[in-house]
């Protein structure tokens, strides 16, 4: 015979007579099952038995199978554990950002909509014309990593950054890691072993050139001109004060302006900063300097992230979509693709260092320890609060163990 079950708590009994079955296994009314005095000699047990332990406890045991707990449910935007993004070489294809399926799909999708409708007027910065609302966000991005730059000089002098001396690998902590990954000149001599060296910024912060348009509506850069055009990016730029005129599909003329007044000379909406000289990087005097410096570091790194991110919805930015794959089917031209943040701003991943004053870390652990990008690295080390983001790859929710012979009993 089946019974129902209720997920209310056990409480008073009779508050429950509502809900429970009117009939339990053998028969046995409801009211004399939840009572162990009269349900006793129902059972067949004796009155010397009745106010015994043992039927109370079965009692109890049986009331406790049919208690339902209430669903506990945790939710987090973060996972707790989680791998670094993998590191793609120049002979490997980086997937695409969106999958081309899915960009055909959306460009039929949007001729389909389009169809028998008047043309609309491009938006900026289609049109030639600068978005003014992302100006202001434009200098604080600027600001931003200038800011990152001369906080990184200082924090670099108390926390340590090695680099490897054959390939681009780095490590931040007093010194570098066991593990063979190097892939430089002669790592099969050397079994992969890394020959570590001292660091300097633009391993942390990779330096990324672009060339220089001066009309960003302008014709394509060809291959016999990649020498004359300028890879400086605080060279002028064309502002247009009035939209562009199209006469093709991809041809245009540009509107005369030759009424339009002489312009203003612009004014910047907060003043630009400069990088440090290297006479006045000088290191943190005490350890609360050290602190708020790297929380200052860390919040201007996201800070420069999150508006670079913002800056390349309106503005679009072209990755190399590989260096040398397949190069002699494209007659040597590169395959460009949509770029994400981590293009514009690598993250360069180095392996987290769970206690920079603890036993050095174990080739044989390596499984056990996170990673994250190397400004989070150094401003953690140099006592910053982790965000929320980066906890799962730097796995600081994973207990180490503190031997091989301990890794070897985890299931």
Not at 58 to 82: E, G, T, Y
Not at 231 to 247: F, G, Q, S, V, Y
């Amino acid at each position: 015979m089946s019974i129902t079950y209720s997920t209310l708590s056990w409480g008073d009994t009779g508050s429950l007579s509502a809900f429970w079955p009117k009939i339990v296994p053998f028969g046995i009314p409801m009211n004399q099952f939840l009572n162990p005095s009269s349900s006793s000699s129902c059972f067949g047990f004796s009155a010397s038995l009745q106010g015994s332990s043992r039927l109370q406890l079965d009692s109890r045991l049986v009331l406790r199978k049919r208690s339902k707990a209430l669903p506990f449910l945790v939710r987090s935007d973060h996972p707790q554990n989680a791998d670094a993004p993998k590191q793609y070489s120049k002979r490997e294809k980086k997937p695409f950002p969106v999958p081309i399926v899915d960009l055909r799909r959306a460009a039929r999708e949007r001729v389909k909509n389009n169809k028998d409708k008047p043309k609309r007027p491009l938006p900026p910065p289609k049109n030639g014309m600068v978005v003014k609302s992302l100006v202001p966000l434009a200098y604080k991005v600027y600001n931003a990593r200038i800011r990152l730059i001369n906080n990184l000089h200082r924090l670099m002098k108390v926390v340590r950054v090695n680099a490897c001396g054959w390939c681009n690998e780095i490590h931040v902590g007093p010194y570098g890691h066991p593990f063979k990954s190097c892939k430089g000149p002669s790592a099969s001599q050397r079994k992969g072993h890394h020959e570590w060296t001292n660091s300097v910024l633009e391993d942390v912060i990779v330096p990324l050139e672009a060339y220089h348009l001066y009309d960003r509506l302008g014709k394509r850069i060809r291959h016999d001109e990649r020498f004359t055009i300028p890879r400086i990016p605080e060279l002028p730029a064309k502002r247009r004060r009035k939209p562009i005129i199209r006469i093709g599909k991809s041809e245009f003329v540009d509107a005369d302006e030759t009424e339009l007044p002489d312009p203003e000379p612009h004014i910047p909406p907060e003043p630009l900063l400069t990088e440090l000289p290297p006479s006045e990087i000088t290191p943190p005097s005490s350890e609360e300097e050290t602190v708020s410096l790297a929380e200052e570091t860390l919040q201007a790194w996201e800070e420069m992230r999150a508006g670079a991110k913002k800056l390349m919805r309106m503005y679009r930015v072209r990755a190399q979509n590989c260096g040398a794959f397949k190069h002699q089917q494209r007659n040597g031209q590169h395959g460009w693709q949509s770029a994400v943040l981590d293009d514009l701003i690598p993250p360069r991943y180095v392996w987290h260092v769970p206690d920079v004053n603890g036993p050095p870390m174990q080739r044989e652990l390596r499984s056990f320890y996170g990673q994250a990008p190397a400004v989070v690295e150094i401003c953690a080390q140099a006592g910053a609060e982790v965000p929320e983001q980066y906890r799962a790859t730097m796995r600081l929710e994973v207990g180490i163990p503190s031997s091989v012979q301990e890794a070897e009993m985890v299931v």
